[in-house]
Protein backbone atom coordinates (compact mmCIF):
# COMPACT_ATOMS: atom_id res chain seq x y z
CA UNK A 1 0.00 0.00 0.00
CA UNK A 2 1.27 3.25 -0.84
CA UNK A 3 1.18 5.25 2.01
CA UNK A 4 0.17 8.86 2.35
CA UNK A 5 2.74 11.29 1.60
CA UNK A 6 2.66 14.30 4.49
CA UNK A 7 5.55 16.90 3.74
CA UNK A 8 5.21 20.65 3.81
CA UNK A 9 6.65 23.04 1.59
CA UNK A 10 8.53 25.73 3.99
CA UNK A 11 9.73 28.13 1.35
CA UNK A 12 11.18 31.11 2.09
CA UNK A 13 13.65 30.47 5.48
CA UNK A 14 15.98 27.77 7.05
CA UNK A 15 17.89 29.40 9.55
CA UNK A 16 21.08 28.09 9.98
CA UNK A 17 23.71 29.47 13.28
CA UNK A 18 26.20 28.06 14.89
CA UNK A 19 26.22 25.25 13.06
CA UNK A 20 22.40 24.40 14.04
CA UNK A 21 19.90 24.35 11.43
CA UNK A 22 16.11 25.09 12.78
CA UNK A 23 13.56 24.57 10.08
CA UNK A 24 10.77 27.55 10.14
CA UNK A 25 7.39 26.91 9.89
CA UNK A 26 6.31 29.06 6.89
CA UNK A 27 2.48 29.41 5.48
CA UNK A 28 3.27 27.23 2.03
CA UNK A 29 3.86 29.31 -0.60
CA UNK A 30 5.61 29.23 -4.14
CA UNK A 31 9.31 28.97 -4.68
CA UNK A 32 11.22 31.96 -5.68
CA UNK A 33 11.18 31.80 -9.28
CA UNK A 34 10.98 35.23 -11.10
CA UNK A 35 11.51 33.74 -14.47
CA UNK A 36 9.01 31.10 -14.33
CA UNK A 37 6.24 31.53 -17.60
CA UNK A 38 3.32 33.35 -16.62
CA UNK A 39 -0.10 31.04 -16.64
CA UNK A 40 -3.15 31.54 -18.60
CA UNK A 41 -6.33 32.49 -16.21
CA UNK A 42 -7.69 29.50 -16.43
CA UNK A 43 -4.66 27.32 -15.10
CA UNK A 44 -3.80 25.87 -18.59
CA UNK A 45 -0.06 26.02 -19.28
CA UNK A 46 0.62 28.65 -22.09
CA UNK A 47 4.22 29.10 -24.31
CA UNK A 48 6.37 27.55 -26.70
CA UNK A 49 9.19 25.60 -25.84
CA UNK A 50 12.34 26.90 -26.97
CA UNK A 51 15.68 25.33 -28.39
CA UNK A 52 18.39 26.82 -25.07
CA UNK A 53 21.31 25.08 -26.50
CA UNK A 54 22.68 28.23 -24.82
CA UNK A 55 22.04 26.46 -21.50
CA UNK A 56 24.10 23.25 -22.00
CA UNK A 57 26.99 24.84 -20.72
CA UNK A 58 26.12 26.13 -17.42
CA UNK A 59 27.57 23.93 -15.02
CA UNK A 60 26.73 23.34 -11.51
CA UNK A 61 28.46 22.35 -8.51
CA UNK A 62 26.36 20.11 -5.81
CA UNK A 63 28.51 18.87 -3.06
CA UNK A 64 27.22 16.30 -0.29
CA UNK A 65 24.57 18.56 1.69
CA UNK A 66 26.14 18.86 5.00
CA UNK A 67 24.68 18.29 8.46
CA UNK A 68 24.94 19.52 11.83
CA UNK A 69 25.00 16.45 13.40
CA UNK A 70 25.57 13.18 12.05
CA UNK A 71 22.94 11.24 13.10
CA UNK A 72 21.08 7.77 12.14
CA UNK A 73 17.96 8.28 10.61
CA UNK A 74 14.94 5.91 9.33
CA UNK A 75 16.12 6.63 6.03
CA UNK A 76 17.00 3.87 3.56
CA UNK A 77 19.83 6.20 2.64
CA UNK A 78 21.13 5.79 6.02
CA UNK A 79 22.56 8.49 8.66
CA UNK A 80 21.66 12.55 8.48
CA UNK A 81 25.47 12.74 6.42
CA UNK A 82 24.73 9.86 4.35
CA UNK A 83 21.32 11.10 3.60
CA UNK A 84 22.56 14.25 2.64
CA UNK A 85 25.18 12.60 0.16
CA UNK A 86 22.66 10.88 -1.60
CA UNK A 87 20.16 14.06 -1.92
CA UNK A 88 22.91 15.52 -3.82
CA UNK A 89 23.38 12.42 -5.93
CA UNK A 90 20.41 12.92 -7.27
CA UNK A 91 19.72 16.36 -7.99
CA UNK A 92 22.85 15.48 -9.84
CA UNK A 93 21.16 12.36 -12.01
CA UNK A 94 18.03 15.01 -12.54
CA UNK A 95 19.72 17.48 -13.24
CA UNK A 96 22.25 15.85 -15.87
CA UNK A 97 19.76 13.70 -17.62
CA UNK A 98 17.40 16.92 -19.07
CA UNK A 99 20.47 18.38 -21.26
CA UNK A 100 20.53 21.69 -20.01
CA UNK A 101 23.27 21.58 -17.55
CA UNK A 102 25.94 20.11 -16.59
CA UNK A 103 26.04 19.27 -13.11
CA UNK A 104 29.15 17.88 -11.03
CA UNK A 105 28.17 15.83 -8.12
CA UNK A 106 29.32 14.74 -4.63
CA UNK A 107 31.31 11.96 -5.88
CA UNK A 108 33.62 14.71 -7.54
CA UNK A 109 33.49 17.36 -4.85
CA UNK A 110 34.78 18.25 -1.30
CA UNK A 111 31.95 18.01 1.35
CA UNK A 112 31.51 21.13 2.68
CA UNK A 113 31.56 22.35 6.25
CA UNK A 114 27.43 23.50 7.75
CA UNK A 115 28.60 26.73 7.67
CA UNK A 116 29.08 27.20 4.04
CA UNK A 117 25.59 26.55 3.24
CA UNK A 118 24.55 30.11 3.61
CA UNK A 119 27.96 31.34 3.16
CA UNK A 120 30.13 29.98 0.12
CA UNK A 121 33.18 29.90 -0.57
CA UNK A 122 32.93 31.52 -3.82
CA UNK A 123 36.30 32.39 -4.66
CA UNK A 124 37.15 28.69 -4.49
CA UNK A 125 34.38 27.64 -6.26
CA UNK A 126 34.83 30.31 -9.07
CA UNK A 127 38.43 28.97 -9.81
CA UNK A 128 36.50 25.16 -9.76
CA UNK A 129 34.73 26.89 -12.83
CA UNK A 130 31.21 26.45 -11.48
CA UNK A 131 28.48 28.58 -12.73
CA UNK A 132 26.16 27.39 -10.29
CA UNK A 133 26.36 26.41 -6.81
CA UNK A 134 23.85 24.38 -5.12
CA UNK A 135 24.16 23.93 -1.34
CA UNK A 136 21.94 22.16 1.40
CA UNK A 137 21.68 21.16 4.56
CA UNK A 138 20.07 17.81 6.41
CA UNK A 139 18.67 17.61 9.77
CA UNK A 140 17.19 15.22 11.99
CA UNK A 141 13.77 16.96 13.64
CA UNK A 142 12.99 16.04 17.17
CA UNK A 143 9.70 13.99 15.87
CA UNK A 144 12.13 11.86 13.46
CA UNK A 145 11.06 13.65 9.87
CA UNK A 146 14.21 14.90 8.18
CA UNK A 147 14.31 18.73 8.03
CA UNK A 148 16.14 19.33 4.21
CA UNK A 149 17.18 22.61 3.10
CA UNK A 150 17.90 23.66 -0.57
CA UNK A 151 20.20 26.71 -2.04
CA UNK A 152 21.35 27.98 -5.58
CA UNK A 153 23.77 30.68 -5.87
CA UNK A 154 25.45 32.30 -8.72
CA UNK A 155 28.78 31.93 -8.09
CA UNK A 156 30.28 34.71 -10.39
CA UNK A 157 27.43 37.38 -8.79
CA UNK A 158 28.22 35.95 -5.48
CA UNK A 159 24.10 36.14 -5.00
CA UNK A 160 21.84 33.41 -3.61
CA UNK A 161 18.87 32.70 -6.19
CA UNK A 162 16.53 30.19 -4.37
CA UNK A 163 15.85 29.19 -1.00
CA UNK A 164 13.47 26.40 0.34
CA UNK A 165 13.35 23.91 3.00
CA UNK A 166 11.17 20.77 3.69
CA UNK A 167 10.16 18.82 6.17
CA UNK A 168 9.00 14.85 5.53
CA UNK A 169 9.55 11.63 6.69
CA UNK A 170 12.78 9.68 6.09
CA UNK A 171 11.30 7.44 3.25
CA UNK A 172 10.48 10.49 1.35
CA UNK A 173 14.01 11.62 1.88
CA UNK A 174 13.94 10.99 -2.26
CA UNK A 175 11.59 13.45 -3.36
CA UNK A 176 13.05 16.75 -1.35
CA UNK A 177 15.83 15.36 -3.58
CA UNK A 178 13.51 15.96 -6.68
CA UNK A 179 11.98 18.89 -5.08
CA UNK A 180 14.96 20.62 -4.91
CA UNK A 181 15.78 19.58 -8.47
CA UNK A 182 12.73 21.05 -9.57
CA UNK A 183 13.94 24.54 -8.01
CA UNK A 184 16.94 24.79 -9.34
CA UNK A 185 15.76 23.51 -13.10
CA UNK A 186 12.39 26.56 -12.59
CA UNK A 187 15.16 29.10 -11.25
CA UNK A 188 17.77 28.46 -13.91
CA UNK A 189 15.19 27.89 -16.98
CA UNK A 190 12.35 29.49 -16.54
CA UNK A 191 10.21 26.01 -17.04
CA UNK A 192 7.85 24.71 -14.80
CA UNK A 193 9.09 21.41 -12.61
CA UNK A 194 8.89 18.01 -13.34
CA UNK A 195 11.32 15.98 -11.14
CA UNK A 196 8.69 15.41 -8.22
CA UNK A 197 6.59 12.71 -10.39
CA UNK A 198 5.50 9.79 -11.37
CA UNK A 199 5.15 7.09 -14.29
CA UNK A 200 2.61 4.50 -14.58
CA UNK A 201 3.94 2.06 -17.11
CA UNK A 202 2.77 -2.01 -18.80
CA UNK A 203 5.82 -4.15 -17.61
CA UNK A 204 6.06 -7.02 -19.98
CA UNK A 205 7.66 -10.59 -19.51
CA UNK A 206 7.36 -13.54 -21.28
CA UNK A 207 8.03 -15.07 -24.85
CA UNK A 208 6.80 -12.76 -27.69
CA UNK A 209 3.05 -14.65 -28.09
CA UNK A 210 2.88 -15.04 -24.83
CA UNK A 211 3.34 -11.52 -23.08
CA UNK A 212 2.44 -11.25 -19.52
CA UNK A 213 1.51 -7.21 -18.91
CA UNK A 214 1.20 -5.81 -15.64
CA UNK A 215 0.73 -2.17 -14.00
CA UNK A 216 3.63 -0.83 -12.62
CA UNK A 217 4.74 2.53 -11.37
CA UNK A 218 8.02 4.20 -10.80
CA UNK A 219 9.40 8.04 -10.06
CA UNK A 220 10.43 10.15 -12.71
CA UNK A 221 14.10 8.93 -12.73
CA UNK A 222 13.35 5.18 -12.30
CA UNK A 223 13.12 4.57 -8.39
CA UNK A 224 10.86 3.14 -6.50
CA UNK A 225 9.67 0.66 -8.62
CA UNK A 226 6.53 -1.32 -7.67
CA UNK A 227 4.20 -3.72 -9.50
CA UNK A 228 0.60 -2.90 -9.30
CA UNK A 229 -1.31 -6.34 -10.74
CA UNK A 230 -0.09 -9.55 -10.63
CA UNK A 231 -0.64 -10.51 -14.21
CA UNK A 232 -3.79 -12.84 -13.57
CA UNK A 233 -4.80 -10.42 -16.16
CA UNK A 234 -3.80 -8.45 -19.05
CA UNK A 235 -3.21 -4.84 -18.24
CA UNK A 236 -3.10 -1.94 -20.77
CA UNK A 237 -2.61 1.68 -21.81
CA UNK A 238 -2.88 3.36 -17.62
CA UNK A 239 -3.11 7.47 -17.00
CA UNK A 240 -2.66 9.01 -13.80
CA UNK A 241 -5.73 11.33 -12.68
CA UNK A 242 -5.12 15.00 -12.93
CA UNK A 243 -5.13 14.49 -8.76
CA UNK A 244 -2.60 12.12 -8.77
CA UNK A 245 -4.39 9.71 -6.55
CA UNK A 246 -5.98 7.14 -9.34
CA UNK A 247 -4.72 5.30 -12.56
CA UNK A 248 -7.27 3.98 -14.93
CA UNK A 249 -6.57 1.53 -16.83
CA UNK A 250 -7.75 -1.10 -19.29
CA UNK A 251 -8.10 -4.97 -17.81
CA UNK A 252 -8.48 -8.11 -19.83
CA UNK A 253 -9.55 -10.52 -17.11
CA UNK A 254 -10.81 -14.37 -19.20
CA UNK A 255 -10.49 -12.30 -22.57
CA UNK A 256 -13.22 -9.30 -21.51
CA UNK A 257 -12.38 -6.46 -21.75
CA UNK A 258 -13.17 -3.59 -18.26
CA UNK A 259 -11.90 -0.48 -17.06
CA UNK A 260 -10.94 0.04 -13.75
CA UNK A 261 -9.90 2.65 -11.78
CA UNK A 262 -6.62 2.19 -9.22
CA UNK A 263 -6.65 3.99 -6.27
CA UNK A 264 -2.81 4.54 -5.50
CA UNK A 265 -3.59 5.41 -1.67
CA UNK A 266 -6.08 2.47 -0.55
CA UNK A 267 -4.75 -0.26 -2.64
CA UNK A 268 -8.03 -0.81 -3.98
CA UNK A 269 -10.32 -0.78 -7.93
CA UNK A 270 -13.08 -0.32 -8.87
CA UNK A 271 -14.39 -1.30 -12.56
CA UNK A 272 -15.51 1.73 -14.36
CA UNK A 273 -17.01 0.35 -17.46
CA UNK A 274 -17.55 -3.59 -18.97
CA UNK A 275 -17.80 -2.55 -22.77
CA UNK A 276 -18.33 -6.55 -24.15
CA UNK A 277 -16.57 -5.26 -26.98
CA UNK A 278 -12.71 -4.95 -28.11
CA UNK A 279 -12.13 -1.34 -25.56
CA UNK A 280 -8.47 0.80 -26.41
CA UNK A 281 -7.05 3.50 -24.81
CA UNK A 282 -9.14 4.80 -21.48
CA UNK A 283 -8.20 8.85 -20.74
CA UNK A 284 -9.09 11.02 -18.32
CA UNK A 285 -10.58 14.50 -18.65
CA UNK A 286 -8.18 17.50 -16.90
CA UNK A 287 -10.87 17.33 -14.45
CA UNK A 288 -11.45 14.34 -13.64
CA UNK A 289 -14.96 13.83 -14.23
CA UNK A 290 -14.57 11.88 -17.16
CA UNK A 291 -12.86 9.04 -18.59
CA UNK A 292 -12.51 8.33 -22.69
CA UNK A 293 -12.40 5.28 -23.72
CA UNK A 294 -12.96 3.57 -27.68
CA UNK A 295 -14.92 0.46 -28.35
CA UNK A 296 -14.92 -2.10 -31.44
CA UNK A 297 -18.28 -3.06 -32.31
CA UNK A 298 -20.73 -4.10 -35.64
CA UNK A 299 -17.29 -3.55 -37.88
CA UNK A 300 -16.52 -0.21 -36.18
CA UNK A 301 -14.60 1.07 -33.62
CA UNK A 302 -15.84 4.66 -31.71
CA UNK A 303 -14.92 6.80 -29.40
CA UNK A 304 -17.24 7.28 -26.04
CA UNK A 305 -17.09 8.78 -22.95
CA UNK A 306 -18.07 7.74 -19.60
CA UNK A 307 -18.61 9.02 -15.72
CA UNK A 308 -15.54 8.36 -13.86
CA UNK A 309 -17.86 7.31 -11.22
CA UNK A 310 -18.95 4.53 -13.73
CA UNK A 311 -22.24 4.74 -15.28
CA UNK A 312 -24.23 5.13 -18.77
CA UNK A 313 -21.71 5.74 -21.92
CA UNK A 314 -22.15 8.47 -24.19
CA UNK A 315 -20.85 7.90 -28.17
CA UNK A 316 -19.06 11.15 -29.14
CA UNK A 317 -18.18 9.81 -33.17
CA UNK A 318 -20.18 7.74 -34.99
CA UNK A 319 -18.72 7.01 -38.17
CA UNK A 320 -17.40 3.80 -40.57
CA UNK A 321 -13.85 3.19 -40.10
CA UNK A 322 -11.87 2.88 -36.75
CA UNK A 323 -11.95 6.01 -34.22
CA UNK A 324 -9.59 5.61 -31.28
CA UNK A 325 -7.33 7.41 -29.09
CA UNK A 326 -8.90 10.48 -27.25
CA UNK A 327 -6.78 12.74 -25.83
CA UNK A 328 -8.46 15.95 -24.18
CA UNK A 329 -6.82 19.44 -24.65
CA UNK A 330 -5.83 20.55 -20.93
CA UNK A 331 -8.61 23.07 -20.91
CA UNK A 332 -11.06 20.07 -21.40
CA UNK A 333 -13.05 21.76 -24.13
CA UNK A 334 -11.48 19.53 -27.37
CA UNK A 335 -10.33 16.30 -27.82
CA UNK A 336 -7.67 15.01 -30.13
CA UNK A 337 -8.04 11.74 -31.88
CA UNK A 338 -6.87 9.33 -34.45
CA UNK A 339 -8.91 7.85 -37.52
CA UNK A 340 -9.48 6.22 -40.70
CA UNK A 341 -12.52 7.63 -41.57
CA UNK A 342 -10.81 9.13 -45.00
CA UNK A 343 -9.29 6.23 -46.19
CA UNK A 344 -6.10 6.63 -44.42
CA UNK A 345 -4.97 7.04 -40.24
CA UNK A 346 -5.23 10.44 -40.00
CA UNK A 347 -5.09 12.99 -36.35
CA UNK A 348 -8.68 14.90 -36.28
CA UNK A 349 -10.12 17.02 -33.56
CA UNK A 350 -13.28 17.31 -32.05
CA UNK A 351 -15.53 19.77 -29.35
CA UNK A 352 -15.72 17.58 -25.88
CA UNK A 353 -19.27 16.87 -26.61
CA UNK A 354 -18.49 15.40 -30.20
CA UNK A 355 -19.44 18.07 -32.51
CA UNK A 356 -17.21 19.99 -34.96
CA UNK A 357 -14.90 16.78 -35.92
CA UNK A 358 -12.45 17.81 -38.62
CA UNK A 359 -9.21 16.59 -39.72
CA UNK A 360 -5.89 18.50 -38.96
CA UNK A 361 -3.00 16.12 -40.10
CA UNK A 362 -2.39 16.04 -44.05
CA UNK A 363 1.60 14.65 -44.35
CA UNK A 364 2.22 11.81 -46.11
CA UNK A 365 2.37 8.23 -44.30
CA UNK A 366 -0.13 7.59 -41.15
CA UNK A 367 -0.55 8.98 -37.58
CA UNK A 368 -2.04 7.18 -34.65
CA UNK A 369 -1.71 7.40 -30.96
CA UNK A 370 -2.03 11.52 -30.30
CA UNK A 371 -1.50 13.04 -26.79
CA UNK A 372 -2.39 16.91 -26.36
CA UNK A 373 0.68 18.55 -24.48
CA UNK A 374 -0.15 20.24 -21.11
CA UNK A 375 1.03 23.53 -22.43
CA UNK A 376 -1.81 23.31 -25.21
CA UNK A 377 0.44 24.39 -28.26
CA UNK A 378 1.18 20.65 -29.68
CA UNK A 379 0.33 17.67 -30.11
CA UNK A 380 2.53 14.76 -29.88
CA UNK A 381 1.60 11.24 -32.02
CA UNK A 382 3.53 8.39 -33.58
CA UNK A 383 3.92 9.15 -37.40
CA UNK A 384 4.45 5.77 -38.93
CA UNK A 385 6.05 5.32 -42.81
CA UNK A 386 7.89 2.52 -42.50
CA UNK A 387 9.59 3.14 -39.19
CA UNK A 388 7.76 4.31 -36.33
CA UNK A 389 9.01 7.56 -35.02
CA UNK A 390 7.44 10.12 -32.55
CA UNK A 391 6.59 12.96 -33.75
CA UNK A 392 5.33 16.95 -32.59
CA UNK A 393 2.96 19.20 -34.67
CA UNK A 394 0.95 22.01 -33.86
CA UNK A 395 -2.61 22.05 -32.67
CA UNK A 396 -3.66 23.13 -36.69
CA UNK A 397 -1.64 20.53 -37.80
CA UNK A 398 1.41 22.46 -39.17
CA UNK A 399 4.78 22.29 -38.10
CA UNK A 400 5.21 18.25 -38.16
CA UNK A 401 8.63 17.48 -36.63
CA UNK A 402 10.26 14.55 -35.55
CA UNK A 403 11.69 13.55 -31.99
CA UNK A 404 13.05 10.28 -32.66
CA UNK A 405 14.64 8.46 -35.40
CA UNK A 406 14.51 4.33 -34.48
CA UNK A 407 12.51 1.51 -36.27
CA UNK A 408 9.21 1.68 -33.85
CA UNK A 409 9.00 4.46 -31.46
CA UNK A 410 5.53 5.12 -30.14
CA UNK A 411 2.67 6.10 -27.57
CA UNK A 412 4.31 9.74 -26.60
CA UNK A 413 3.25 10.85 -22.90
CA UNK A 414 4.12 14.42 -21.92
CA UNK A 415 6.02 15.65 -18.96
CA UNK A 416 4.32 17.72 -16.84
CA UNK A 417 5.84 20.82 -17.76
CA UNK A 418 5.42 20.02 -21.21
CA UNK A 419 9.28 19.99 -22.11
CA UNK A 420 9.84 16.29 -22.21
CA UNK A 421 8.53 13.30 -23.64
CA UNK A 422 8.74 9.48 -23.07
CA UNK A 423 7.72 7.01 -25.78
CA UNK A 424 8.59 3.41 -25.80
CA UNK A 425 10.57 1.21 -28.32
CA UNK A 426 10.36 -1.84 -29.39
CA UNK A 427 13.60 -3.82 -30.40
CA UNK A 428 14.09 -4.83 -33.64
CA UNK A 429 13.67 -9.15 -34.05
CA UNK A 430 13.90 -9.88 -30.44
CA UNK A 431 10.07 -7.69 -29.46
CA UNK A 432 11.44 -6.62 -26.15
CA UNK A 433 9.97 -2.93 -25.83
CA UNK A 434 11.86 -0.27 -23.23
CA UNK A 435 10.94 2.92 -22.64
CA UNK A 436 12.47 6.03 -23.07
CA UNK A 437 12.28 9.82 -23.31
CA UNK A 438 13.49 12.74 -25.38
CA UNK A 439 13.88 16.27 -24.66
CA UNK A 440 11.15 18.58 -26.83
CA UNK A 441 14.26 19.69 -29.32
CA UNK A 442 14.81 16.13 -29.90
CA UNK A 443 17.91 15.66 -28.63
CA UNK A 444 19.37 14.67 -25.43
CA UNK A 445 17.08 11.21 -25.67
CA UNK A 446 17.79 8.08 -23.08
CA UNK A 447 16.59 4.44 -21.56
CA UNK A 448 14.63 4.73 -18.37
CA UNK A 449 15.86 2.09 -16.16
CA UNK A 450 12.95 -0.87 -15.69
CA UNK A 451 13.44 -4.01 -13.86
CA UNK A 452 11.34 -6.09 -17.04
CA UNK A 453 10.19 -4.70 -20.53
CA UNK A 454 8.47 -1.64 -20.03
CA UNK A 455 5.21 -0.27 -22.41
CA UNK A 456 2.65 2.52 -22.38
CA UNK A 457 4.02 4.72 -20.22
CA UNK A 458 1.93 7.88 -18.67
CA UNK A 459 3.89 10.44 -17.02
CA UNK A 460 1.77 12.20 -14.14
CA UNK A 461 1.64 15.48 -12.72
CA UNK A 462 3.94 17.09 -10.23
CA UNK A 463 3.14 15.81 -6.76
CA UNK A 464 2.16 18.94 -4.18
Known amino acids: MMRKISHRLLAGAALLAAGAIHAQTIAPAPMVTPTAPPAADNGVLTGTVSDDTAWQSLGIAIPSFATNADVPTAASAGSTAQVGRAIAEVITGDLKNNGLFKPTGPNSLPPIPIIQVLTPDFPTWSTRGAEMLVHGSVSAASN ?153 HAGNTNIYRVSSQGGISQKLTETPGINVGGSYSPDGSKIVFESDRGGSQQIYVMNADGSNQHRISFFGGRAATPEWSPRGDQIAFTHIAGNLRIAVMGVDGGGMRYLTNSWQDEAPTWAPNGRIIQFFRTEKGTGHTSIWQVDLTGRNERRLPTPVDGSDPSWGPVRQ
Not at 172 to 188: F, I, Q
Request: glycine share 6%.
Open 144 to 296: GNLVVGCYLYDVSLRQQLVKATWELPPGDWRRAAHKCADTVYSRLSGESPFFDSRIAYIAETGPKDHRMKRLAIMDSDGANHRFITTGQAMALTPRFSPDYRKIVYLSYLNGRPRIYVYDVESASQKMIAEPGSPAFAPRWSPDGKWILYSMA
